[in-house]
T-cell receptor, first 115, second 110 residues
Framework: DVKVTQSSRYLVKRTGEKVFLECVQD?????MFWYRQDPGLGLRLIYF???????EKGDIPEGYSVSREKKERFSLILESASTNQTSMYLC??????????????FGDGTRLSIL | AQSVAQPEDQVNVAEGNPLTVKCTYS??????LFWYVQYPNRGLQFLLK??????LVKGSYGFEAEFNKSQTSFHLKKPSALVSDSALYFC????????FGTGTKLQVIP
């Protein structure tokens, strides 16, 4: 079974802090994704990566950056956290690029609160 | 542009009754279609997918989905609902990118 592990289940940070969310997958997938989930809005793609050191903006990249130095690890960075970034963050991996026919495998999420 | 709609925020069904969770999509070509389930405080779990072929797709936990090309729909179904099926369900369309619906909360009443 594919396992996607997010480093924190709950995180509380202050406005202006630099925040790191970490995600590791164990299935050698080329593609990894970061989403945020908000009630009534579903999942919105922040960034995805199709290879080491490669990244593409998703639908809502403003205020975020990502890093993929190793194939199994994909980090989401909030450069200067703001209260409107309080949300549930979900990491996923897949053998298919975005637009492909393979499912995505999700971690259990990080519930981030910015005070 | 591609889009996916889940017209019902919540669906209530009695245990043992059949359930349907609706999904419609809009793309300019032939998409891949997926259903995922999310239990409280968990990530999304893959249930089933439609690639090509039979319009009725069978998946995990007794769920199935019916693809209808003329109506651009991909409704999730189960013949007999269980209380443990209560969760949040997401439809997703994969074409030039992956787009998720806003989710439907399924409540199965004992």
């Amino acid at each position: 079974d594919v396992k996607v592990t997010q480093s924190s289940r709950y995180l509380v940070k202050r406005t202006g802090e630099k925040v790191f969310l970490e995600c590791v997958q164990d299935m050698d997938h080329e593609n990894m994704f970061w989403y945020r989930q908000d009630p009534g809005l579903g999942l919105r793609l922040i960034y995805f990566s199709y290879d080491v050191k490669m990244k593409e903006k998703g639908d809502i990249p403003e205020g975020y950056s990502v890093s993929r130095e190793k194939k199994e690890r994909f980090s989401l960075i909030l450069e200067s956290a703001s209260t409107n970034q309080t949300s549930m963050y979900l990491c996923a991996s897949s053998s298919a690029a975005t637009g492909g026919g393979q499912p995505q495998h999700f971690g259990d999420g990080t519930r981030l609160s910015i005070l | 542009a591609q889009s996916v709609a889940q017209p019902e925020d919540q669906v209530n069904v009695a245990e043992g009754n059949p359930l349907t969770v609706k999904c419609t999509y809009s793309v300019s070509g032939n998409p891949y279609l997926f259903w995922y389930v999310q239990y409280p405080n968990r990530g999304l779990q893959f249930l089933l997918k439609y690639i090509t072929g039979d319009n009725l797709v069978k998946g995990s936990y007794g769920f199935e989905a019916e693809f209808n090309k003329s109506q651009t729909s991909f409704h999730l179904k189960k013949p007999s609902a269980l209380v443990s099926d209560s969760a949040l369900y997401f439809c997703a369309v994969s074409y030039q990118k992956v787009t998720f619906g806003t989710g439907t909360k399924l409540q199965v009443i004992p």
